[in-house]
């Protein structure tokens, strides 16, 4: 069955990095592109990128450009998310999505929190 | 970037009833459309994509419908466990955006 775990919570200090990977089984995982989503506490969904895990090839939200990076590791099937410069503003839960073609999302993570807080 | 509204915002019904929620798009973006239904503390799932299509597993009580700029999801016959947050995202192009959620409470 298909399965996407992500990495576990992390509190982070303004100005920090963080990098939340995301591991996929139960199908083949360079078939499939990889969105990520975050969800601040008590907000909507808000879309962040985009990577094809075969050539790694990327596309991120304007409003992250610069700050977001993201990676795959096709030998252990995982999919990383890195966000730097962090502030109270990204203190939010990250998900990674499996793209259904280009219908939605058809499996998801558990989520990752990340807090960023002085 | 494509906005999308959805209405109402905040729904109240009761057990049995049937409900609709609606997707506005700022722009066409043809059937490019999917519903997740979002639970607290859990990831979104997967309801309905390609505005009528309904995922594999997903009740024959959900049901969506519409293309270019209008969209609805109904529930025919409301379960207590569809009480939740419903969101649409469009894929027709990028960003994919969502709609700000429709959050159903019991009545």
């Known amino acids: 069955q298909v399965q996407l775990v992500q990495s576990g919570a992390e509190v982070k200090k303004p100005g920090a990095s963080v990098k939340v990977s995301c591991k996929a089984s139960?199908?083949?995982?360079?078939?499939?592109?990889m969105h990520w989503v975050r969800q601040a506490p008590g907000q909507g969904l808000e879309w962040m990128g985009i990577i094809n895990p075969s050539g790694g090839s990327t596309s991120y939200a304007q409003k992250l450009q610069g700050r977001v990076t993201m990676t795959r590791d096709t030998s252990t099937s995982t999919v990383y998310m890195e966000l730097s410069s962090l502030r109270s503003e990204d203190t939010a839960v990250y998900y990674c999505a499996r793209a259904f073609g280009g219908w939605g999302l058809d499996y998801w993570g558990q989520g990752t929190l990340v807090t960023v807080s002085s | 970037d494509i906005q999308l509204t959805q209405s109402p915002s905040f729904l109240s019904a009761s057990v049995g009833d049937r409900v609709t929620i609606t997707c506005r798009a700022s722009q066409g973006i043809s059937s490019y459309l999917a519903w997740y239904q979002q639970k607290p503390g859990k990831a979104p799932k997967l309801l309905i994509y390609a505005a009528s299509t309904l995922q594999s597993g997903v009740p024959s009580r959900f049901s969506g419908s519409g293309s270019g700029t209008e969209f609805t999801l109904t529930i025919s016959s409301l379960q207590p466990e569809d009480f939740a947050t419903y969101y649409c995202?469009?894929?027709?192009?990028?960003?994919?955006?969502f709609g700000q959620g429709t959050r159903l409470e019991i009545k």
């Open positions: 139960g199908y083949t995982f360079t078939s499939y592109y």
């Open positions: 995202q469009q894929l027709n192009s990028y960003p994919p955006t």
